[in-house]
């Protein structure tokens, strides 16, 4: 099996992440709206074994930061790809998009074509302005947390929708899309999809429905394929392409993606041969501000933010079930290392791989901690402060680097039994057909705003947070523990609690 790494890369003030693997020519894998790198999981498997393949994730998508303009455009994003480009050191490269990472891509190769080996899109939309009026108006609406969880409810039947009809806010016979119907797994990976952007996910679908520089897919330079499966709600587009160049070809693919893929298989072995293979700039020039690290584990990758000091360090650790923290450049670090770790199945971090117990998880957070500040002293403290977190709490333990109580000391914070009260919480997620998985887990991560123990309803399990006060509050918890979920969702999320 194929390992692909994940790094952070640090562009000016902001970071982006992505996903590498294999050598070879370079292969750029640019993904659709509102989804990021994680979609291309199989095709790197495809590819790695002949190509240097990176996905990264768009701007203000799966792991990256978001550009500094709220309503970013194509050419702005195609630019920011580029610039990764740049700083992996990447000289030449073959790019393969889809849908909105087709529009990305095709602004990439007519800005940059000598950069540019070869281009391939998967369906390149050629919205009408009519169409594009209509779907802004109807197709993005702002997703705004509600106090009861609705929210959650109103994603999930819009997501279903959108598997079955193009718009789909359109439930016309004529709008019907030929797929296979969605099951409850397709629905919940999509909602999950949106979750994990919040309302920023309309700025990738904006950027697209707002690109009005269509006309230079007939100006590119580079060789190019543009394809349309026949069940791909854009392969009606492909009769509105402008006389296209002869080194710009555009196929009708039957087959679905096998199909596709098979196709691309072909395209890069004619193109690609004879490219030299890429050698990329992975490590990152040293300094004293905050860079965000991706760390292999045993259990898997672990994302830390790293501040380099001197002497000591200083890990953070905040509390199951939560947002992890992010770097304040203002605050006073005394000369120490920090590190800011997301735990396993939150933020960038990824979900556990093997054994579920607090037991591993101390065991990773001490071989990462081993691999980014070696023999250093070490000392936990709780973020956030308890005066500001009610809930599962957060680290406060003091140990030592080297020390044989370390990893004991954070299992200990981790917990490795479970409070009766928060036994409740312990119940097995699964998503449903409809959406009532979504709701029970909103109304859940509400009512642990609300009382100790989610589960309880007595007077003294009671905190005195407002219940306004607590909706986007139990809308982040919410989107966190849902789209980390796992077969092992309880265990990632809750059985970390602290005792």
């Known amino acids: 099996m194929t390992t692909v790494a994940r790094h952070f890369v640090r562009l000016g003030a902001r970071t982006a992440h992505c996903r590498i693997a294999g050598s070879g020519p370079a292969l750029l894998l640019l993904h659709q709206s509102p989804q990021n790198s994680r979609m291309w999981l199989d095709l790197i498997e495809r590819y790695a074994p002949r190509l240097t393949v990176i996905a990264p994730d768009t701007p203000g998508f799966g792991d990256s930061d ?5 309503q970013p ?32 891509g095709m602004q990439l190769a007519w800005a940059a074509p ?42 999930w039947c819009r997501m279903r929708e959108q598997l079955f009809y193009f718009p789909w806010y359109d439930g016309r016979a004529g709008s019907a899309l030929q797929l296979d119907p969605p099951t409850a797994r397709s629905t919940h990976a ?3 999809d949106i979750l994990e952007v919040g309302d920023g996910y309309r700025q990738g679908y904006g950027a697209a429905l707002r690109y009005g520089e269509r006309h230079r897919v007939a100006e590119l330079k580079v060789p190019s394929w543009l394809l349309y499966r026949i069940e791909d709600v854009l392969a009606a587009h492909r009769e509105r392409l402008p006389l296209l160049p002869p080194h710009v070809a555009t196929e ?12 691309m298989d072909s395209i890069l072995e004619q193109t690609l041969t004879g490219e030299a293979g890429a050698h990329l700039l992975l490590a990152q020039p040293a300094d004293n501000d905050f860079r965000r690290r991706a760390v292999s584990t045993a259990i898997g990758t672990l994302a830390i933010w790293h501040a380099p000091g001197k002497d000591t360090a200083v890990l953070r650790l905040h509390a199951p079930g939560s947002k992890p923290p992010r770097p304040d450049p203002s605050a006073a670090r005394d000369g120490a290392h920090l590190l800011l ?31 980014l500040v070696p023999g250093l002293p070490l000392r936990t403290t709780r973020w956030p402060s308890p005066k ?44 449903s057909s409809g959406s009532a998985s979504a709701t029970c887990c909103g109304r859940g991560c509400r009512r642990r705003r609300l009382r100790g ?45 602290y005792r």
């Open 114 to 155: 000598r950069r540019v080996a070869a281009l391939i899109v998967d369906g390149f939309a050629l919205f009408d302005a009519e169409e594009r009026a209509a779907m802004d108006a109807r197709y993005l609406p702002p997703f705004v947390p509600s106090w009861d969880g609705a929210h959650l409810r109103w994603l």
């Open 66 to 70: 978001p550009l500094a303009d709220a």
């Open 388 to 431: 500001v977190h009610r809930g599962a709490g957060a680290a406060c333990t003091c140990v030592h680097h080297g020390c044989s109580l370390q990893r004991k000391s954070i299992a200990c914070w981790t917990g490795c039994r479970i409070r009766p009260s928060c036994a409740a919480a312990h119940t097995c997620w699964m998503p």
């Open 252 to 263: 009708l693919i039957s087959g679905g993606l096998p199909a596709l893929h098979a196709r």
């Open 73 to 104: 455009g194509i050419a702005d994003l195609a630019a920011a790809t580029l610039e990764l480009a740049d700083a992996l050191g990447l000289e030449r490269f073959a790019v393969f998009g889809m849908h909105t990472g087709g529009l990305i």
């Open 341 to 371: 770790l997301d735990l396993p199945g939150h933020g960038g971090s990824g979900a556990i791989v093997g054994a579920h117990d607090a037991g591993a998880i101390a065991a990773a957070i001490v071989q990462a901690i081993d691999q």
């Open 190 to 192: 999509a909602a999950m």
């Open 453 to 497: 123990g989610w589960a309880m309803r007595p007077i003294h399990a009671r905190y005195t947070t407002t219940r306004s006060s607590c909706c986007v509050w139990a809308h982040s918890c919410a989107a966190y523990s849902l789209a980390h979920w796992t077969p092992h969702w309880r265990n990632d999320c809750w059985h970390l609690v």
